[in-house]
Structures are given as C-alpha cells and as structure tokens.
C-alpha cells in the first residue's frame, strides 16, 4: 500500500511573505531597460520594412522597397564612404595631435605643463557647434574672416581656404577630438614604467630607437583601442557635418538619416531612414567588437607596474621652442573659432573686424536673444532637460549598477549588457527609434521625450561610472549594514551613496554638460513645444541670423560654465576634505 | 539557540558546480561560543553567511532562537536584515563615511530594534566602554588603528544586544600581539554578555584557546565536533590531528581489545603499545595512532616495569623558548617531542621516554 507522504510543517509556519525590496526593483529596472533599450530597437527593424509613407503601428504588411532603395542605390555607397573618410580622417589626425601635444605634456620637460592640461580639460566643455559655427565664420568662402585677411595680405587672387570640404571637415572635428583623446591617453603614457626605456638605453639604444622599438609598440594596442573608441564616436558625429558637409557635398550617414526624418519639404521617409539606420547600426556595432578586441589586447600588454614611479621626462633643450610653437598654434587654432563668435555675437550683422566695425560693437543681441520668448521657453526646456536628464539617468545608472555588479546569474549580465548597449547605438539611429516608437503616444513632441532618448543615450556612461566605482567598494561595507537590521534600501541610502557621492556627482555633471550641447535627438525629435537651446541655435543659424545665433552659443557657454564649475570645486574640496 | 540541518549551498563555477557547504548539522546551545574551524575553502564562511542570510542555501534548515528563519522544503526564507543577529566581519567593515559613534549608532537607528534618540546616546556609549574606546567617540572611521576599527566593529556588533554573535575571521587583520590580546578580550566580553557567539576561523590556537566547542571541517562537512580537549587531544582522523599542529603517527596492528574499557594492544614498530581505542576495529587489523609532541613523557628512573616505555636518541633539538622540540629516534622511527625547555639535551643523548597510555589513540586514515 502506498503511504501518502505528509509534507512536515514546522511548528512556527512563515506569515505570507512580502516581497523584498529588491525582488519589488528588479523587474522594475528589467521593465525599464527594456523599454528604454530594448523596444526602440524592434521599432526600428520593423519600421525597415515599412512600405513608404506608413507608421509601424499602422501597417502590418513587410517589404523589402526599403533595403532595396537604400542598398541597390550606388549613392549609398557614396555615403558610406563619406562617413568612413570622414570619422576615419578625424581620428587619425586627432590622434597625431593628441599623441604629440600627450608625449608633449607628460613626458618631457616642456614649460606651463599644468596649465596646458587644465585648460584641455575646460575645453571639454566646449559644444562641437561652436567650433562649427566659428570656423563658418572664419573661413567661408565669401566673406569668412581669416579668408578675407590673408587674401589681402599675400594678394590672392582666390579665397585660400574653403570650410565646405571634407578636408576642413576633417580638421576641424580632429582639433575639437584632441581634448577628450588628451585625457584618455594622458594614463597611458604617465603609467609607462620607464625601467623599460632605461633597458633598452643600456642596451645602447638612442631615444629616437628606443621610441619606434620599445615605446611605440607598447603604445599600440592603447593606441588602437583610444582611435577604436573615438570612431565609434565620429561615425555618429552630427553637429559639424550637418553644418558644413550639405553646403561640401558630403552628406554623411548621421545627417542623411536626419533629413530622411526631418525633409526640409515633402513627407518623412521613416522607412528609409530605418533601412539606413539599421546599416549604421551595423557598423557601430562592428566598430564595437573590434573595439572590444583592442582593449583586450591593452589590456594583456598593460605597461602599468604599479605605482611609486615618476616618469623620467625627456629634457627638450633646443627642441622647446618648436614644441611650444606647436602648443600655440594649438590653441591659436581652439580659440579662433570662439573669437569669431563673440566678435560677431557683438555686432547688428556680420562683418569683419574693422574700425568701423568697432563702433557698432554692442550687447543688443544678447539683449533681444534673452527677450524673446521663444528663447526664454528654450532655456527653460533646457533646464528641464538637462537636470531631469542627468538625474534620472544617474538614479537609472546607480542601481542598475548594482545589480550588474553585486548581482549574481543571467539577470545581472543582462541588466549590465542592456545599459552598455546604448553604447553601439549611433545616436541619430536612437532618435529615429525613439521617435518611431513614440510618435503616435502623447510624449511625442513634449520635452519629455528628448529626456527619455538621452536618459538611455547616456545610460552606458552612468552605469560604467558607477561600475567602476563600486568595484572599488568591499562588499562586507553593505553586508554589515544589512547585519545590522538594515532594509536593502536603507543600506543604500546610509552606506552605498554616501560613498559613491563624489562620482555619482561627476558622473551628473558630465550628463548636464553633454545634454545641453546635443544637437542629434533635440532636433530630430524636435516639435515647437520642445526646442531647446541647442535647436534653436541650429533654427537662428539656418535662418541666417548668425549674430543672434552667436550670441546665443555665447551665453550657453558661459551658462554652462556658471552651473559646472561651482560643483565642481565643491566636489573637489569635498574629495580633498 | 542555533539549530542548522543538513546545510547545502552549491556556487556555480566555471568547471560546473562546487559543493561548498555540503550536508551541515550542529547545534549551538544558549551563551556557548561554538567555532567553526578549518582550512580556506572548506566552507565555513558559507556556512556562516548562510546563516546570516548573506548567502541562500540550496538545502536545509536553519532555526535562530527557535524561529525557523530558513527552510528550503518549508519555502521559508526570512531575509537578512530581519534575523536577530550581528556580524563581526573579517575586513572589520567599518563604514569609512561615518565617524566611530556614527558606526555604533547605526543598528539602533535604521536596524531591527530601533530605540528611541535618547537613549542611543547612552547604549552607544555603554558599547563604547566595553570594548575599551570611550573617548574616541566623534573620531571619523579612516583615522583608527587597525586594532581600533577591530574594537568599533565588535562594538557595533553588540550595541543592540543580540541573541546571536556571528565573528568571520575578526582577528585575522591584526598584528600578532594584537590578536592574542583580542583573542582573551573577545572571549570575556561576549561570556560577560552571555551572547551565543559562532566564530569562524582557520587559526587552531584562536579556535582552542577561545571555544566551548569545536566543529573542524574540511572539503563542506564538519569532521569532527568536540571541545578542544577533545579535538586537540584525540583527533578522531589524520586530516583533524595534522589541522590542529603537528602529531606523531604510528602504523600498527591490533593484538588484543581490552574488554568494556575501549583500550587495548597495538603491535608497532617501536614496540607493543597500550592505547586508546577510539575506533570499531578488531584484532588483526591494521591501524594508525597518534599522539601529540607534548603527550611524551621522560623517564628518570628508568623504563622497568612500565607501560609504553621507550629508548630513544636524540637526534635534532631545536630551543624555541617555551618548549624544547626535539627529533627522537625509537626503532628507527623519528617521533617528534616537546621537552622541558629548562633540561638541556644533547644530540645523541640517550634517553627513556614514555606515552601514558590515555595520551596515545587510534586515528582514521581519512
């Protein structure tokens, strides 16, 4: 006979059980990556195969018009090969730049050193359309300053300069590269154990060999993977090609895709404009892999072999003064753009710096620009982008992180990959997605939903930040609070955030400063309730009003300084405290 | 006042899994300090954390102060924060943010058993003066010692006078005379307290010197539970005899059981020797004794008529202050022996020694 089996209940039989914390977050947080990360990239496949002039949630039929349109057409090609020259022409010249001004700054004994690298680092704050419009006005063909200048002073019969070419494309965004790639190669050559040159100049190698046999070759793999970083960024860039390449004649993927969704007249081409996305997509995500290949192998030939070791700086003699010509050239080159802007932010219309120029030198632009309500409302646009920006993808980031890190199995390598996604995903490509998958909802054409599209553009930034901080922090930290009686999220708010201030504080400062200089998802997702600073920059320069349009950048600038700098001494003294 | 049952907890690795903690059962009962003790990697942090809430196991039962507080066939898991115990941890934890009143304060404002503001003032300052650091107050964590932050963490541990004491290895940061001291304080403040305590360690002098009872364990299982005297003295395997310091082993063969008295006679290299009989064995089989350095006894007046009585030669010394360590050669067997430090003995010196035999027993080889 089969004896039933009777389950043992202990005498103390557990009250229903509430859910904890973290199992109320976890899905939470998968929902919210998931429609934030996931959905936009279904949208944008399906909308790929949308017959022309239909909605995605319109129409149920699949075609193939689209891809066929887009890759059967040899302009494609063009375009292509247009965004590979000019991402690739940008990081390599940006490269010998930056690796020349680093070698420069920390490893020989050239003068004003710190200064040379604290203002790299304020530059970053510089947005890419202020160099886009100041060389506009520096050296267009028909009335561009520097051009007008040197024809007179050497007698030209012809403008020598044109900004409307790739070549000057490629200048421009390299110098405006420098910065961010100083910063990341500044670690690579600092942490270099000079023991490896000194064995290979006892061995009886002169500098110039021990260079191309010892330095470079362990500089490589660095090297590679700072350039595979930046491409992932320049085939994406949209700001100084949508201002100089459509006058060159050299559309590249990012604005074509634009004016796909945004066509100055007639109806938008989603389904094109997803088709093309889809193929920038794919080369983001090839850019990715080998990018992901390259720090691996930086990683195997790290040259860092601990701390307690200064450098041993090159002494210059003679060499200085080219060095330092170079150093001022650079920075001739960085300023002369702004220069431009505020000169002609100065004035009723452009013109050249004249006596009589000077004359009519006033603030009435400034005073108009902050008058109009247009721009008022802009500003405050701004504001609720930038802060709400910031903040919601840092708290988004912080516990994200925290999952990936602290959290065990498949969920956590998933939440970790999802907000690392972003990062493949060229920003124009998230636009069309967002703006796909949102057009029929009432987010459409609200700031809110430029929010949501940078929230998840800068979602990779947020949580590798915070990854990399909270590796830092001995998990026993939170273990004891939780020991101690601590709920998950009083243990969060009492041990983890006060730790992880200061970078959760850089981290927010760095999307505020980024957020306001965006120019992709503002503008293609922009409607006349949401315009922000950076569109109507972009509306008041295409429109012509150029002096208004300077002005404007002008004060952008300085507003963004007047927001970033207090924090950041804040932060710093907090640091040092 | 500790009850775990037939603990299990697998981790995942990248060869498949790892049993960590593998069928645990003990019982700790109310104010006793049960440790755990074994090698790295032999699952006694698992274990702790486990009970803890730290970690999930993967099968058992664990009751705190007869609440069941996990049960994987009752499906009950009560998670961390809501257990009544405290936790010394080995990094000693302290919060680098807060400063040390900050760091005590902290169980009685955001924990189990909250008090009211008033009186956090007094409970963190009584917690305060039983560990020796009144004074030191409104001193942020980063500027203490090492032995500090070790006395703030136990102090945070106890300040809402827990029912269970959970230590991970707290003394193993400190410098060495450091720990000795900690090691008689520690014992004193939680007996005074009369806190159930369970102490993890790998340090056999930690686990003996500190412990009311001893579970050794090895490779998830708990090999042999005794008090120290016991484990110490008559380790029941090889692995628990090498684990707690060194040990003598002889090979032999079982003569005769002694009826009823669990004794009986060993035939070994080195002679016919009377022992403890500790294991189910029958004469004619093979087995292994062992016997500590310090179970050897010199005989002055010669080995006549006495029980395991021995002639050995010394053939290394080697003073270390509070013993003389010497290498004896018996029947060309090498036996290690800790002497009178104040008797200087010389290499080749011939001398009668003896293993009383309640200090000689039979050993599983594993």
């Known amino acids: 006979m089969e004896s039933i089996s009777i389950v043992h209940k202990p005498a103390r039989v557990a009250r229903t059980r509430l859910p904890t914390q973290q199992q109320v977050v976890l899905p939470l947080l998968v929902f919210s990556a998931v429609v934030l990360v996931v959905a936009p990239l279904i949208i944008l496949l399906r909308s790929s195969f949308l017959p022309a002039g239909e909605l995605p949630f319109d129409a149920l039929s699949l075609t193939f018009t689209n891809f066929a349109a887009a890759y059967a057409d040899a302009a494609t090609l063009k375009l292509f090969l247009n965004t590979t020259y000019y991402a690739g022409g940008s990081v390599l010249l940006g490269l010998i730049l930056a690796g020349l001004l680093t070698w420069l700054v920390e490893r020989t004994d050239m003068p004003f050193r710190t200064t040379i690298k604290a203002t790299l680092f304020a530059s970053m704050t510089i947005p890419p359309l202020a160099y886009a419009f100041g060389w506009v006005l520096l050296l267009n063909p028909n009335n561009g300053a520097l051009n007008v200048w040197l024809k007179n002073l050497f007698r030209l019969d012809q403008h020598p300069f044109d900004v409307y070419t790739l070549w000057m494309m490629i200048f421009i965004s390299a110098t405006e590269l420098v910065p961010t790639m100083f910063v990341m190669l500044s670690g690579l050559f600092r942490n270099m154990d000079p023991q490896l040159e000194k064995a290979a100049a006892v061995s009886g190698a002169n500098y110039l060999k021990t260079a191309r046999y010892i330095l470079l070759p362990l500089l490589t793999p660095g090297l590679l993977s700072v350039a595979m970083y930046m491409l992932m960024i320049m085939v994406q860039a949209f700001e100084i090609p949508l201002v100089m390449g459509l006058t060159a004649g050299v559309p590249v993927l990012s604005v074509y895709i634009y004016l796909l969704s945004s066509p100055e007249g007639g109806t938008p081409k989603y389904g094109l404009a997803a088709a093309f996305g889809i193929g920038l997509l794919v080369l983001a995500i090839i850019l990715m892999v080998v990018y992901y290949a390259a720090t691996r192998t930086a990683e195997r030939f790290r040259v860092v072999t601990g701390k307690g070791f200064r450098p041993k700086r090159i002494e210059l003699g003679r060499g200085r003064y080219p060095a330092m010509i170079f150093t001022w050239i650079y920075f001739g080159i960085m300023v002369a753009p702004l220069l431009a802007l505020l000169w002609t932010s100065l004035l009723p219309f452009y013109q050249l710096p004249s006596a009589m120029a000077l004359n009519k030198i006033s603030l009435n632009n400034y005073r108009t620009i902050t008058g109009s309500t247009k721009v008022q409302q802009a500003i405050l646009n701004t504001f609720i982008l930038v802060f709400s920006t910031a903040t919601l993808a840092m708290l988004l980031s912080g516990i994200m992180s925290w999952f990936a890190v602290r959290g065990k199995g498949k969920l956590a390598r998933f939440l970790d990959m999802i907000a690392f996604a972003p990062m493949a995903i060229p920003r124009i490509v998230m636009a069309i997605s967002i703006l796909l998958l949102y057009i029929r909802t009432p987010l459409y054409g609200t700031i809110w939903i430029i929010v949501l599209a940078q929230v998840t553009a800068y979602l990779a930034f947020g949580t590798r930040t915070i990854n990399g901080a909270l590796i830092q922090i001995h998990p026993e930290l939170e273990n004891a609070a939780t020991a101690a009686g601590a709920s998950w999220l009083t243990t969060m708010r009492k041990i983890l955030l006060p730790l992880l201030w200061p970078h959760f504080l850089n981290a927010w400062l760095w999307i505020i400063a980024h957020s306001m200089r965006d120019l992709t998802l503002a503008l293609t997702l922009m409607s006349p309730d949401n315009v922000v600073l950076s569109s109507t920059l972009w509306i008041l320069w295409s429109f012509g009003d150029v002096p208004k349009a300077s002005a404007l950048l002008m004060l952008m600038m300085v507003g963004l300084l007047l927001i970033v700098l207090p924090i950041q001494l804040y932060a710093a003294r907090k640091a040092g405290g | ?366």
């Open chain 2, 1 to 366: 006042m500790l009850t775990v049952r037939d603990l299990q907890k697998n981790f995942v690795a990248d060869n498949g899994s790892v049993r960590a903690v593998d069928g645990v059962n003990f019982d700790v009962a109310p104010g006793e300090f049960y440790t755990l003790l074994g090698p790295s990697g032999c699952g006694k942090t698992t274990t702790l954390q486990c009970i803890a809430g730290l970690e999930m196991p993967d099968a058992g039962e664990i009751t705190l102060d007869d609440r069941l507080v996990f049960s994987r066939n009752a499906k009950i898991v009560v998670p961390a924060h809501r257990r009544d115990i405290a936790m010394v941890f080995q990094s000693y934890a302290i919060w680098p943010h807060m400063t040390v009143f900050e760091n005590v304060a902290f169980p009685l404002l955001h924990g189990r058993r909250r008090v009211s503001r008033s009186s956090v003032n007094d409970r963190v300052m009584k917690a305060l003066q039983l560990v020796q650091l009144a004074g030191l107050e409104n001193r942020p964590a980063p500027f203490l010692s090492g032995g500090q932050q070790q006395r703030v963490a136990l102090a945070r541990a106890i300040v809402d006078e827990p029912k269970v004491l959970l230590l991970d290895e707290p003394l193993s940061n400190l410098d060495a005379k450091l720990r000795e001291e900690m090691r008689f304080e520690l014992r004193d403040l939680v007996l005074r307290l009369r806190i159930t305590s369970l102490y993890v360690t790998h340090d056999q002098i930690e686990a003996l010197s500190m412990s009311d009872r001893i579970a050794v364990m090895s490779n998830g299982k708990i090999v042999q539970e005794g008090t120290p005297r016991e484990i110490y003295l008559t380790p029941k395997d090889r692995f628990v005899a090498d684990f707690l310091g060194k040990s003598n082993f002889l090979e032999g063969r079982v003569l005769e059981l002694f009826p009823g008295a669990g004794r009986g006679k060993v035939d070994t290299a080195i002679g016919t020797l009377h022992c403890l009989i500790t294991l189910a064995v029958k004469p004619g089989d093979t087995v292994l004794l062992g016997f500590r350095p310090a179970a050897l006894k010199v005989l002055h007046d010669g080995r006549a008529g006495k029980i395991n009585a021995l002639r050995g030669e010394i053939s290394s010394t080697s003073f270390a202050g509070d013993f003389l360590e010497c290498q004896v050669r018996v029947e060309n067997q090498q036996l290690r022996a800790l002497l009178d430090p104040y008797r200087e003995f010389k290499v080749g010196e011939v001398i009668s020694l003896q293993i009383p035999e309640d200090r000689l027993a039979t050993v599983a080889l594993l």
